[in-house]
């Protein structure tokens, strides 16, 4: 593999990672040595340095990360502040009260009570931290089951989840049970 091939290689690597790597890492990653993996990371720097690029190459001690360059930061910050701060939608407020009111859950129990697929309003409220993989099912093909987060009391101002008004059904229960044990109605 010749350099422009090894800097190209380390940069799929870097951003297939979505994080930062350890140089060590690249190094098992490649079967090349740390030197010949340093010399390539400094190519790749250059390269993107000199091409017109909006990403960069960032050194952080023994780890190496691809980030957007500063220049471009407000552009970027706009973007995820637009796609942070979108509304709910009417379906994204209803798989969250599933959630909320029947955690954990799958994914196809919250599609049973929706009776829709609910693939994408449900990477949404993840993306925007509402809702969290806590675990999965001791059933065949392990599927994942979902809850609410810290996020979701903030953003609710809930201390805990046994804060959640009552479903108007369990309203009714309770009623009809009051009303039952002599307790008059409201």
């Known amino acids: 593999m010749n350099s422009t091939d090894t800097a190209a290689a380390l940069e799929a690597?870097?951003?297939?990672?979505?994080?930062?790597?350890?140089?060590?890492?690249?190094?098992?990653?490649?079967?090349?040595?740390?030197?010949e993996v340093l010399s390539s990371l400094e190519t790749l720097r250059a390269r993107l340095e000199k091409k017109e690029s909006g990403i960069t190459?960032?050194?952080?001690?023994?780890?190496?990360?691809?980030?957007?360059?500063?220049?471009?930061?407000?552009?970027?910050?706009?973007?995820?502040?637009?796609?942070?701060?979108?509304?709910?939608?009417?379906?994204a407020f209803e798989v969250l009260a599933v959630v909320a009111y029947n955690q954990p859950v799958t994914k196809s129990y919250i599609e049973q009570v929706r009776g829709v697929d609910c693939s994408g309003v449900i990477q949404a409220l993840t993306q925007k931290e509402l809702i969290e993989e806590?675990?999965?099912?001791?059933?065949?093909?392990?599927?994942?089951?979902?809850?609410?987060?810290?996020?979701?009391l903030r953003c609710f101002g809930?201390?805990?989840?046994?804060?959640?008004p009552p479903l108007p059904q369990a309203q009714e229960e309770q009623q009809t049970e009051n009303a039952g044990n002599g307790e008059e109605r409201e």
Request: hydrophobic residues 35%; charged residues 25%; aromatic residues 8%.
């Open 57 to 91: 190459l960032f050194r952080l001690g023994t780890r190496w990360q691809l980030a957007s360059k500063k220049e471009y930061a407000s552009e970027v910050r706009a973007l995820l502040d637009k796609k942070r701060n979108t509304p709910l939608s009417q379906a």
């Open 13 to 35: 690597l870097i951003f297939a990672s979505g994080d930062s790597v350890e140089t060590l890492r690249l190094c098992e990653a490649t079967g090349l040595s740390e030197e």
């Open 158 to 164: 809930l201390s805990d989840i046994s804060e959640l």
């Open 134 to 152: 806590c675990g999965r099912m001791d059933l065949p093909g392990r599927p994942i089951l979902y809850g609410t987060t810290d996020n979701f």
